[in-house]
């Protein structure tokens, strides 16, 4: 050796990858998806070139958490501190502000193609143990497309040992492609709502019948802000929860629905996004359980070794 430093030799020139990985597109029936590879999360829909959800580029992070996958758990875990089957464990802060654990693990992870076609995909995560949370899931994401829209069915199963807590939550936006959602009609089908502290952890149940939170029949948003747990969910005749964001002439609008087993929605108007994302859509996210449940065990799954859960929900274009 001389003592010089080597030069650097020039980069191969390449295409930069995206923060998300590689975008898988599906299509049918007149619907187009993006699902991206890191957090198997749902980047775009559309129906017809009309969007349904707020997207965000290729070539930029999820804003707000749009579209993203919330496993093991959804929403906010207070402090990151949960005691479970006696033993204390705590989590990674990874939302500063509040001082919270948020939002799980996998939507930060890469997913694997399983198997897809023209009209669907199905991705899957193998989460080994995380700090706060000694257990091995395997985790699978289905998208697919039909007459009747997005279908989404994610599952889990513990392929560990010892009961794993498990939540499953999502965060689509759903939206009408228009500037702000102040003008859109929103239809929440719930009974319930739960006021939140200053780490927007619940502090009991409300009902919202009289409330600002009560949007059992549809009606103009306007100024309303919401960052707002719903519960006791109204379900139709086919045993699905809908919720709805329209026109205000109704003429058009777009449908998210949940099967049994989503008993929680987090109803979020986007106000904190940055510009011109905030209040570009509202964020109607299917939650298996309320924030901070790991702590509370409320609708928490407790999944045993070998035992396998199911959520599903989808979207649909109204008008």
Known sequence: MDGKIPLMTEPAVREPVPPTGT???????????????????????????????????????????????????????????YDFDGETRQLAITEPRTGNAAHGFARLMPWTVLDRDDASIRLGLRLFPQLGYPHVLDLTASYALGKAGLEVEVTAVNVGEGVAPYGMGAHPYLTLGEETVDDAVLEVPAAEWTPVDEQQIPVGRRPVEGTEYDFRAGRRIGGTVLDTPYTSLRRDGDGLM??????????????????????????????????????????????????????????????APGARVAHRWGITALG
Do not use: K
Not at 27 to 37: D, I
């Open 23 to 81: 975008q898988h597109t599906i299509a049918a029936h007149g619907y187009a998806a993006t699902v991206t590879e890191v957090g198997g999360g749902l980047r775009a829909l559309t129906y017809n070139e009309r969007p349904l959800v707020m997207s965000y580029p290729a070539d930029a992070q999820p804003v707000g958490g749009a579209g993203q996958l919330l496993l093991p758990w959804p929403n906010r875990v207070r402090d990151g501190r």
């Open 242 to 303: 809908r919720a709805r964001l329209r026109t205000a002439d109704g003429s058009r609008g777009v449908e998210m629905w949940a099967a049994p087993g989503v008993e929680w929605l987090q109803v979020f108007t986007g106000d904190t996004l940055a510009e011109p994302y905030r209040r570009a859509g509202v964020a109607v996210e299917p939650m298996s359980c309320p924030p901070n449940a790991f702590a509370t065990g409320e609708c928490l799954v407790r999944l």
